[in-house]
Structure formats: structure tokens, C-alpha cells
């Protein structure tokens, strides 16, 4: 991408003393961001009683029973339910951001009709509005249709191209490709359909991949939506599984599993972080960048 | 150069390529075209934005409790929310966490920013840890984690009580509680962070080099080139950070224990309108929230782009 | 440009008029509950509330059900109690109710009220379900106004848990009949010899105030509206937040924080109110011995105790009212329902169930010890009558109680908003 091949930064502390400097600030920033990351890990080889007061990071006769514990599930419900539920959803998610945002996208940056302009402030005012004003009437109306306690509300807005930030990430991405393959592909008689399909959205593969690994991983942390639509927990998603570790109701939450479950939670989001954090960062990198 | 003067001047300026095509003929199929390809938009839209968005601002002015048919009550819903003392402590609350949180972060993604900027030894990899806890920082997993580490005895008290400042766990306490959510959103400062860096290296170095020739130190450097170099990014992260931290639900959720409490200390706006739309169904109350949010987004958006003329520098010739 | 503009205005318009008569159209369309299949089979939904101990218990129940009544499934959903509600409630104004579902007497009047509830009279009439066999006085709590809106599952009384070790360490032996003073002198005695906090914050629990104001001749609630005034509150909480700065109740800081635990079972407090079933909770969480005492009195007589109770409703909606009749008078008639739930959701209300559930273990045979024991001293009353809106008026005496507690309002402010708060719930 080019925001990432411009100009060099500048060089300064070029002394050695400056590098030391620079490496133990640098460290100094790192132990305290992931303190908390390796802290949930050592914690959850913890037996219950220990996990908040004991310091050491790593318990010298570290333990699986929280782990064990979630092999038998919570309530009946198999920890692996929750897991399905938060694929489902996320995946779900993903194919339908893609689909329409790269419509839209597609249709802003790439098409010239009436109202284009206006329709695209109206898509980024949306950027910036509250979703709270939103909340009550979408979950009324979905209650009458009755789909309180289905996935559709969640999902029906991402087939709907309401993901504003994807759409916009896309039109940026899109509008940077060069006007004469669209040129080209007019000589040769492809209509809209076949220059989007097999010219455009191959080249746009880097803010597909982008968007679809946001996606995921806002759907798969996303706890409001969930929490106000769904009843049942054999169709919870991972996070209001997670919830159940910590609810009680007569007797304290088993808080080994909570722990436990935070880890085996997070996880995904972590290896997906490893697997594309190329993707991630530069995606957001040129959100407030265009190139 | 960024999204925001994007944005702005999206609706006014013809593009290169726009003017290009426009005389062409052929401009039917393109409307069609266009109309046909943002449908499910289009559809979006009317049915999950504008409908709701007339809906809301009708059930602000009613009495809707989900189970009667919603009556006019003129501007009750308002005048009672200006008398509620707890819709007057959410304000509050969210006001400083906005306040405190929101500049703390954005001045640590640029310190670090700014930091990892000199050199390039190392930096893909601290940019990609310092932005891992933007990804994760909005799970559940997280505030667990949170409500954990700020508890009696845990790691941030006896910090603390090293220090010979003994305060207890914070999660308990109605004074400290809202730093607890302050910190969290604080150590998800990557996010910005990879969007400053992104504008630290378009700041060209022919401007240091002339400075440094100019006999300037680093301080003048970045006060005279990289904060005005950088300042659309500055703007486009204090816009939307501001916006986001406004809306703070889950983290305040479940680091409270699904109260916001203890003492409503941690009783943010989207929670009092969660308890009163969906726990006492006080669906024609929380509208009228849910407006006077949006209101008090859009009065923040409009003062900062009415700011921005004062203190953002747009390079000439950008597109 | 102009006019191709305008006319996207009034399309967009008149699209987003259609939209919203789309809405107002949707409001039309109701959900009906339940359902039926080509087979005879009908399936009805059980919602209740509860955590995993609860949710085990009840999925075996439901086998038993569905074995001895093949034409009928059953369905289950539950959430947390605060959870449950919320949901219960956006539900119940959809037109979509679950079929039926756990009840307690704070929300009985409030849904009868929206016309949720069924009368089950009938269906006691049909045959669907008996009406006998259940212990003293408990199938009362299910009335109003004649009619039987909830089926008792389980009773339960208001007690006072107390930590056993810690007592005995400090000297103190609980007695029948003592008195507030002796009470808290107690609490006094508890923090000075072990430096552990006497109470946990008994202020802020709506169902132990409703028996203080009981015993001199009041209750927390009328008919209609709250049952005493401004003064009597302030007194109430001026008391409370005193011993809070004295340290004869745990600090509510260290209660948040211990939360979702019990500060009793954290060692922060020797002894809580609470519903004598819940006991059994603490011995799950705590390392020490929790046992059962009385309730202090004014007169050295009455504790101002009565029979709560759990209960069972259905839903006036449903399609199946026969069919879920018929689960009701299983779930509190089988003796095996019984044998499997135990007290889980309080002492077993039908003589069926609680004849058949012999309590194995210390802490179950002393809450069945103590409500008998309640019983025949003569000490229980009839339950006071909880208005519509009760529940949201529990949750803001325990908030604005919390409030006080922590030194943030005033409690001349408290007891105001407080106030405030209930006549608006009174009329939601």
C-alpha cells in the first residue's frame, strides 16, 4: 500500500546511548501492555483461590482443572456450542460485509450516477452516528417481525452494506486503481457486473482481506447485539457463554472456568492478530490515510 | 489526505476522473448501473438507519413503555431527564470519562508514535504488540481481566500501595472505579498510534533536514513541522476517538458487574439508557437519551470541524 | 443537477415514509407462543431464571416430564434473575411470552397487571392441575384477587446467616427474640474481638426493612403504595450508614468488590439477611461454616417473617394453557421432581415433593430445621402485598442504599430520590 512506502521517518537518535534508550522505553511500553495478556494465560493454570491475590505470574504447580472444567461445558451446554454460535455469526458477518459493502463500494468509486455525492455524505454521516439512536426502534421492529432471538438482526445490516467504515475503506482502496483497466475492460465488452466480479474485486484483495478480518473480529467480540437479541443460551455466542461463568445466582461463579474461558475466548482474535496483523494494521493505517 | 476533508469536500468537488467519464454517452446505463449496485445499501439504509432514526425521534416524545401504543407526551421525556439526578450523573460520568480518557490515550499514541517513528530496528514489531490490545480490548475476556487486576490485593493495589498510596481495589471503590475504564480505553491506544505513525512517515525529511540546518532542536522541530505535518491525523483521531468513547457500553457493563455501579460511578449514558429502555422499559425516556447523545455527538463533531480551520494544515495540491 | 437531485429528495422520502408505515405495520403482527405439529405434538416453552446447579436439575426434571408425557416437549431458556427479567419483559410485550415460566411475588401484580398471567383456576377446575396437597398457607403467595396466577414450587422465609466460627470466636450466641439492639450489640462485640465487619449491609434489602417496619405495625408496602414515609427511611439509612463508619457493616467498597461472591462467604462480614435457601450458597463459596439465626425483633416476639415462595405461571397467551397446566402439576407434584430439584428454589411446597426430599446434608437439613422451627413458633404472618413495580423499587432501594453506603449522597437526598423513583415505578 503506498501510505506504507512514501518517505523515510526521520532518523534521529542515531547514538548509542539513544538506541538503549530507545529499546528499554520501547520494552519498558511492551511489558506493560501485555502484562495483562500474559497475566489471563498464567492465571488460568491458577486454582480459583489464587488467581487475584497471588502475583506470580506463572504458578510454580500450575494446574488444568480449569481447563477440565470447560470440557464439561456450563449448564448442560457444551463450551464448543458457543464456539459454533460466534463462528456462525462472525462468518456469516464476514460474507456479508464483503458482498455488499464491495457493491456499494464499487458503485461509489467506480460508477458515475445521479446522487453519488450525496448518497456517499450520507454514508459516511452514518460513520459517525450513534448506533444507540438506532437501538430501540431496530429492536422493536425486529420484535413485531418477530426475530428477537434469532441471528437476523444481527446479520440483516451486514448484507445491507450499513458497515459504513468498510464500505469507505473499500471506495479508498477502489478509486486508487487505475481508470484504464475499467477502459479496457469497456472495449471488451464487460458490463459493470463482469468489470467488478473479475477486474475490480481481484485487485481489491488487500481491503477484502482487511475488512473481512475486522469484521470477524468485531463480530466475534461484539457483546451489545448478542446480549439484547439473543434468549436462549444454547444459541449464545462466546461472549455471553463467557457471561455464564461469571453470573450466579445463589452460588458464586466458578471463577477458574471464567478465567479459563477468557483465555480459550480470546484466542482466535490472538491468532488471527498473528496470522494477518499485516493486513490489520495497514488497514487501519489507511483509514486516516488515502494514498 | 484524509478522510475528513475527504469527506467534506466529497459532495462539492467533481473528480479527475469523474469529469472524465461524465460527458460520455451512455449516462442512463449508469445510473442504473450505480442505483442497482448500492440497493442493499440503499435498502440498508431506509429500513436499518433513516426509518429507525424517524422512529426514534417520534418515541422521544411519547410515553412508549413497549406495552401500551405510544402517546404524545410533548417534551416531557425531556424536562424529566433535565430533573433526573442519575441521567445528570451519567452525563457526568461519561463527560469525564470522554475528558480524561480520550486525551490520555491519543497523547500516548503519539508519544509512542513518536518514538517508534526513529527507528526502524524492531519497529514492525512493537507496532504490531502495542496494537494487539486494540483488537481484543472490547471482549469480555478483557474486562474480566480488568475487573481481576484492579481488585483488593491484586497487582494495580499493591502497586499502588508500594507507592505509600493505599487505595484498595479500584473496581469497589465509586471514586476510582471510572479510572479503572479510563485505563482500559487507554491501553487500547494502538489503534491511533498505527494511524499517527502512518502520518509521521509522509512528513517529508527534506522539511527536517532544512530545520536541523536552520539550527533547530527537536522540540522546535516537532512543534514547527511534525504537528502541523501531522495535524489532519491528529484531527481525524481526536474525531473519532472523541465519538467512540462517547458511546462506551461494554466495558463499563461488565467491569461493573452488569451494574455501572458501585454508586453509579461507572453509570455511562449507553448504560442508563440500556436500564431504561431494557430493564424498565422505558422505551419513550431512552429515545429522548438516545437523541440528546446524537445531539451531543453531532455539537462535538460540529466544533471540532469548525476548530479544524484554526489548526489543521491541509498541504496545498492534495487531492 | 438541481432537478435530478430533487427528485432523489422526494424518492428518498417517500422511501423512508415507506419504511416507517412498514414499521407502524409491523406493530400489527403479533407473536403467538408455542406451537403444534401434524402429530399431536405440542412443544411449549419453559423459561426460567437460575445458574448451572439450577439448569442440570431442571434438564432432568424435563426428561422425566417428557417420558411420562410423550406427546409434549418441552423447550427451556434461562438467564441470570436480572437478565431473566429484562428479557421476560420485552418478550411479554411482544405478544411472546414463554408459555411458562419461574414467577415470584414481586412481579406478579405487575404482569397481571398487563394481562400476562393466566388464571390457573380454570385449568385447577378442568382437572389440569391440583390445587391440593401443598403445605400452610403457601399457594396464598400465588393469589390475587381470588384468582391463582403462580403455583408454588418452593417457600422460603427471610433469615439471617451468619458465620458460624467467627461467632463463636467472638462469644456471641444468636437467641430467639433478641432484639435490634442486642443485635447490633452483638455486631459491636463480632468487630471488636475478631476485627471482622458484624453484617454486610443489611440497610439496603428491601425484604428485611419490610419486616422491620412489620414488627412496629407498618410494612413496606400497601396495596397500592409504599407503606411508610420519609422519616421512618431516614431513619432506617441514617442507622445503617453510622454503622458502616463505625465498621460494624462491611464497608460497601469491599461488597462491590467482592461481588458476584457474598462478602459473608469472603470473610468480610459474619452474618447477611437473606432467604434461608440461599444458604446453601455460602458453605459452595466460603471456607467457613455458615449456620442459620433469627431475625432480631422490636418486642421481643415478632420477627414480622412470612412465606415467600417461587412459583410457577403461565402465560395468558399461550396455545396450550392444558398442556402446560399438566407440566405445572408435575413439576410440584412428583415426588421424583422433588427428590431431584431438593431446596434449590426454597422448601419444597407440595407435601408430595417435600415428603419424598430427605435433606443428606448439614446446611439442607438445617434450612428445613429453621423454617419449621419458624413455623411453629407462631412467628409467620401473612406476605406483604407487592404493588406493580416492586421489582424496580427492590433494585433502587439496593442501588441508592449502595449509594449511601459508599458516602456518595446525602441521605436526606437518598431518601428522596428514593421516593422519586418508587411513584414513577408505581406508574410504569
Excluded at chain 2, 419513550?284 to 476548530?307: H, K, P, Q, R
Excluded at chain 3, 385447577?124 to 399457594?139: C, I, K, M, P, Y
Excluded at chain 3, 407440595?350 to 438445617?366: I, L, W
Aim: hydrophobic share 45%; glycine share 10%; proline share 4%.
Amino acid at each position: 500500500m503506498s501510505a506504507t512506502t512514501t518517505t523515510k521517518p526521520p532518523v534521529l537518535g542515531r547514538r548509542r546511548t539513544g538506541s538503549l534508550a530507545w529499546h528499554l522505553g520501547a520494552l519498558l511500553v511492551l511489558a506493560i501492555i501485555l502484562y495483562p495478556v500474559v497475566w489471563v494465560v498464567g492465571a488460568s493454570f491458577k486454582p480459583s483461590k489464587d488467581i487475584v491475590n497471588s502475583l506470580t505470574l506463572f504458578p510454580s504447580h500450575p494446574i488444568l482443572a480449569n481447563f477440565k472444567g470447560l470440557a464439561d461445558g456450563i449448564a448442560d451446554i457444551r463450551v464448543w456450542t458457543f464456539f459454533q454460535n460466534s463462528l456462525l455469526y462472525a462468518g456469516g458477518a464476514v460474507v456479508g460485509v464483503l458482498v455488499s459493502c464491495s457493491l456499494t463500494a464499487y458503485a461509489f468509486a467506480r460508477i458515475l450516477f445521479a446522487g453519488r455525492n450525496l448518497l456517499f455524505s450520507l454514508m459516511i454521516g452514518t460513520l459517525l452516528l450513534p448506533y444507540h439512536v438506532l437501538l430501540i426502534p431496530q429492536y422493536v421492529m425486529f420484535q413485531k417481525l418477530g426475530l428477537v432471538n434469532t441471528y437476523v438482526p444481527l446479520l440483516v445490516g451486514k448484507y445491507l452494506a450499513t458497515e459504513a467504515f468498510f464500505v469507505f475503506l473499500m471506495v479508498q482502496f477502489m478509486r486508487n486503481l487505475p481508470r484504464e483497466l475499467d477502459e479496457a475492460a469497456r472495449l471488451d465488452g464487460c458490463g459493470h457486473l463482469r468489470t467488478y466480479w473479475s477486474i475490480v474485486l481481484p485487485l481489491c484483495r488487500p481491503a477484502l482481506i482487511t475488512s473481512a478480518i475486522f469484521t470477524f473480529i468485531n463480530a466475534w467480540n461484539d457483546f451489545m447485539g448478542p446480549l439484547i437479541y439473543l434468549n436462549e443460551p444454547g444459541k449464545y455466542t462466546v461472549s455471553l457463554g463467557l457471561m455464564m461463568f461469571r453470573d450466579s445466582d445463589g452460588v458464586a461463579a466458578n471463577y477458574g472456568g471464567m478465567i479459563a474461558m477468557s483465555l480459550v475466548a480470546l484466542l482466535p482474535v490472538l491468532l488471527f492478530f498473528l496470522a494477518f496483523q499485516r493486513y490489520l494494521i495497514d488497514g487501519m493505517a489507511t483509514s486516516g490515510l488515502k494514498g | 489526505m484524509t478522510l475528513v476533508k475527504d469527506t467534506v469536500s466529497a459532495a462539492r468537488r467533481p473528480r479527475p476522473a469523474a469529469t472524465a467519464t461524465a460527458g460520455r454517452p451512455g449516462r442512463r446505463r449508469d445510473n442504473l448501473a450505480g442505483y442497482l449496485f448500492m440497493s442493499p445499501w440503499i435498502a440498508g439504509f431506509l429500513l436499518l438507519t433513516a426509518g429507525p432514526m424517524v422512529a426514534s425521534l417520534y418515541f422521544a416524545f411519547t410515553d412508549y413503555n413497549l406495552f401500551n401504543s405510544p402517546k404524545w407526551v410533548g417534551l416531557d421525556n425531556f424536562t424529566r431527564m433535565f430533573d433526573d439526578p442519575r441521567w445528570q450523573k451519567s452525563v457526568e460520568v461519561t463527560v469525564r470519562y470522554v475528558v480524561i480518557g480520550t486525551p490520555l490515550k491519543l497523547l500516548l499514541a503519539l508519544g509512542v508514535a513518536l518514538l517508534l517513528a526513529q527507528s526502524r530496528r524492531g519497529q514492525a514489531f512493537y507496532r504490531a504488540a502495542f496494537y494487539a490490545p486494540s483488537l481484543i480490548g472490547a471482549s469480555v475476556s478483557v474486562g474480566f481481566v480488568w475487573r481481576s487486576l484492579f481488585s483488593d490485593g491484586a497487582i494495580v493495589d499493591r502497586t499502588q500501595t508500594f507507592f505509600g498510596w493505599h487505595v484498595g481495589g479500584w473496581v469497589g471503590n465509586a471514586d476510582w472505579v471510572l479510572y479503572c475504564l479510563v485505563a482500559l480505553t487507554v491501553w487500547q491506544f494502538g489503534a491511533p498510534m498505527v494511524i499517527f505513525l502512518a502520518g509521521l512517515k509522509q512528513v517529508p525529511r527534506e522539511l527536517y533536514e532544512a530545520a536541523e540546518m536552520d539550527g533547530a532542536g527537536p522540540f522546535r522541530k516537532f512543534w514547527n513541522i511534525t504537528l502541523p505535518m501531522i495535524s489532519p491525523v491528529l484531527f481525524f483521531n481526536v474525531l473519532l476517538e472523541t465519538i467512540h468513547s462517547f458511546q462506551i457500553f461494554g466495558s463499563a457493563y461488565v467491569v461493573s458487574n452488569t451494574y455501572c455501579g458501585p454508586a453509579d460511578a461507572t453509570l455511562v449514558y449507553t448504560c442508563y439508557l440500556y436500564q431504561q429502555g431494557f430493564r424498565n422499559a422505558q422505551m419513550g425516556f431512552a429515545s429522548a437519551m438516545a437523541w440528546m447523545l446524537l445531539l451531543a455527538v453531532a455539537l462535538v463533531t460540529a466544533v471540532l470541524f469548525w476548530s479544524q480551520k484554526k489548526w489543521v494544515h491541509y498541504e496545498e495540491g492534495a487531492r | 443537477m438541481g432537478t435530478s437531485r430533487n427528485l432523489e429528495r422526494r424518492t428518498l422520502l417517500k422511501a423512508a415514509g415507506a419504511s416507517a408505515a412498514a414499521l407502524g405495520l409491523a406493530t400489527t403482527a403479533g407473536c403467538g407462543g408455542g406451537s403444534g405439529s401434524g402429530d399431536g405434538t405440542v412443544t411449549i416453552r419453559y423459561s426460567w431464571w437460575g445458574a448451572e446447579e439450577r439448569a442440570k436439575k431442571i434438564n432432568q426434571t424435563i426428561a422425566l416430564f417428557e417420558k411420562k408425557h410423550p406427546k409434549i416437549k418441552v423447550k427451556t431458556d434461562f438467564q441470570t434473575y436480572q437478565s431473566f427479567w429484562e428479557k421476560f419483559q420485552t418478550q411479554a410485550a411482544g405478544g411472546n411470552p414463554p408459555d411458562v415460566f419461574q414467577n415470584a411475588v414481586t412481579f406478579l401484580r405487575k404482569y397481571d397487571k398487563r394481562g400476562i398471567l393466566l388464571d390457573l383456576k380454570s385449568q385447577a377446575q378442568a382437572g389440569n392441575l391440583s390445587l391440593d396437597h401443598f403445605r400452610a398457607g403457601v399457594t396464598k403467595v400465588g393469589q390475587v384477587d381470588g384468582r391463582q396466577l403462580g403455583i408454588p414450587v418452593g417457600s422460603n422465609t427471610m433469615a439471617l446467616v451468619i458465620d458460624k466460627k467467627v461467632f463463636r470466636k467472638a462469644g456471641v450466641e444468636p437467641r430467639p427474640g433478641w432484639t435490634w439492639d442486642e443485635y447490633f450489640k452483638s455486631l459491636k462485640t463480632v468487630h471488636d474481638r475478631t476485627k471482622v465487619a458484624g453484617d454486610t449491609g443489611y440497610f439496603t434489602i428491601m425484604y428485611l426493612y419490610d419486616l422491620y417496619l412489620r414488627q412496629n405495625g407498618k410494612a413496606f408496602y400497601t396495596e397500592d403504595g409504599l407503606g411508610f414515609d420519609k422519616a421512618d427511611l431516614t431513619e432506617w439509612w441514617t442507622d445503617g450508614y453510622n454503622r458502616v463508619k463505625a465498621g460494624i457493616v462491611t464497608d460497601p467498597k469491599v461488597v462491590q468488590q467482592d461481588m458476584p461472591k457474598s462478602s459473608l462467604s469472603a470473610g468480610h462480614g459474619a452474618s447477611e439477611f437473606t432467604w434461608d435457601n440461599f444458604t446453601v450458597r455460602y458453605s459452595a463459596e466460603g471456607d467457613s461454616t455458615y449456620g442459620l439465626a433469627p431475625i432480631p425483633t422490636t418486642d421481643g416476639k415478632h420477627t414480622g417473617q412470612y412465606l415467600a415462595s417461587l412459583m410457577l405461571s403461565a402465560s395468558a397467551h399461550t396455545a396450550h394453557p392444558r398442556e402446560v397446566a399438566q407440566f405445572i402439576d408435575f413439576m410440584v407434584h412428583d415426588p421424583e421432581v422433588g427428590r431431584i430439584m431438593g431446596y434449590d428454589r426454597g422448601i419444597l411446597a407440595s407435601t408430595e415433593q417435600y415428603g419424598a426430599y430427605r435433606p443428606a446434608d448439614a446446611v439442607n437439613k438445617e434450612i428445613a430445621q429453621y423454617e419449621e422451627d419458624t413455623a411453629k413458633s407462631g412467628v409467620l404472618g401473612t406476605i406483604t402485598p407487592h404493588p406493580s413495580g416492586a421489582d424496580t423499587i427492590e433494585a433502587a432501594f439496593l442501588r441508592i442504599g449502595g449509594d449511601l453506603g459508599q458516602g456518595k449522597t446525602k441521605v436526606a437526598d437518598a431518601v428522596k430520590q428514593f421516593f422519586t423513583e418508587s411513584e414513577a415505578a408505581f406508574q410504569g
